[in-house]
């Protein structure tokens, strides 16, 4: 069974960052690798409260993990997905030691059957376009998923009429699910996605 992937937001996670200009106008949902050369990629903590996590949140709307997140990415496909280490500076201005990577998946697929899930409320966007928002059940998101669709993949996104509504998640296989959990990774929460 799948897993939604999600920060947990935990409270003693809680960083407040400030992202550069740079790093917001990074375009990191479309499935293609992104050149960052020359780019100025920092994160500046606005206060010193909190601790850095290994899915941390709170950084201006892009993926990011730490070193030991993009390990258990790398074991399981090498090679497959992007890591871009971004500078972390304190409130000071002072370069902190912190590794922090923004997450740049490129595993974009459509793996959702939407005619056979359920919670599946159908939304037209304003351009138009239809698609769908998804309600979670009794803790689940009851979908039905198209299994050849990710049967070689541990890591992934949601494209299709179910992007939308899984913007802000990662998808992980039960092998990576059960890794990161061997691993002890913190402030990371997983979300079942299937019909049982």
Request: aromatic fraction near 12%; charged fraction near 25%; hydrophobic fraction near 40%.
């Given at each position: ?164 509504a899984f913007r802000s ?28």
């Amino acid at each position: 069974m799948p897993y939604a992937l999600s920060s947990a937001m935990e409270p003693e996670y809680r960083i407040d960052w400030h992202a550069s200009e740079d790093v917001t106008k990074l375009l990191l949902n479309a499935g293609k690798p992104v050149d960052v050369s020359g780019l100025d990629l920092r994160f500046i903590k606005r206060s010193n409260r909190g601790k850095l996590s290994s899915f941390p949140y709170g950084l201006g709307g892009k993926f990011t993990c730490s070193a030991e997140f993009r390990d258990v990415v790398e074991e399981l496909e090498p090679n497959t997905h992007q890591f871009i280490p971004v500078d972390v500076f304190s409130k000071d201005g002072s370069r902190s030691d912190e590794v922090i990577f923004l997450v740049n998946l490129l595993s974009f697929i459509d793996f959702v059957d939407t005619d056979e899930s359920k919670g599946l409320t159908p939304l037209k966007s304003l351009s138009g376009r239809d698609y769908f928002d998804v309600d979670m059940i009794e803790g689940r998101f009851v979908l039905s998923i198209i299994t050849e669709a990710i049967s070689d993949l541990h890591f992934w996104r949601s494209s299709g009429l179910t992007f939308g509504a899984f913007r802000s998640y990662f998808f992980c296989s039960d092998q990576a699910h059960d890794l990161i959990l061997s691993r002890s990774l913190t402030n990371i929460n997983f979300t079942p996605v299937g019909l049982t």
